[in-house]
């Protein structure tokens, strides 16, 4: 009989706890700008799951932050970014594919995904939007991900690869 939860979601779940946990607590404390560091975790699903998988590790990822204090007023706001996010970096999924260019590719477009919803939502809601605030996260999410989204795929490949991950 297998189990209904695999240790490769167990350790997504962890990286996700943990990297909301470092951007809620840690990040604020470096300074006021900071990457993304749970949205890393979704690209890495979204690229070696397709769009279905990102989406869903992204839902499941953005009830996280939704939850970390200090939460939003509104719940499910996150959830319903990252999960868009998680399909876009889904996109960029191929089959077998071990180009250095994919990762780097899907985080700029999940990282901009997010940044467009934000400010989406700013300017529905009549509030002022922090363009430079946007760039400057989408950059720096980016460029942390050049060197992590590599290091998650290929931890979580191996994983596949021992057994039943």
């Known amino acids: 009989m297998s189990s209904p939860i695999s240790l490769l979601g167990l350790l997504r ?19 006021s700008l900071g990457p993304d560091l749970v949205l890393l975790v979704v690209v890495a699903a ?14 499941g990822a953005g009830w996280v932050v939704d939850l970390m204090p200090p939460a939003a007023a509104t719940l499910g706001v996150a959830a319903l970014t990252y999960a868009t996010a998680g399909a876009v970096s889904g996109l960029w999924h191929r089959d077998g594919s071990r180009s250095v260019f994919l990762p ?4 700029l477009a999940a990282a901009s995904t997010v940044a467009a919803l934000g400010i989406l939502r700013a300017v529905a809601s009549g509030w002022a939007v922090h363009w430079v605030a946007a760039g400057w996260s989408i950059a720096l999410t980016t460029a942390v991900g050049v060197a992590v989204v590599p290091i998650l795929i290929r931890t979580e490949r191996q994983l596949i690869r021992r057994g039943p991950a």
């Open 104 to 107: 780097p590719l899907a985080t």
């Open 13 to 31: 779940a962890a990286l996700v706890v943990l990297a909301a946990a470092l951007s809620a607590v840690v990040l604020p404390r470096v300074g």
């Open 46 to 59: 979204g690229l070696l799951g397709g769009p279905t998988r990102g989406a869903l590790v992204g839902l």
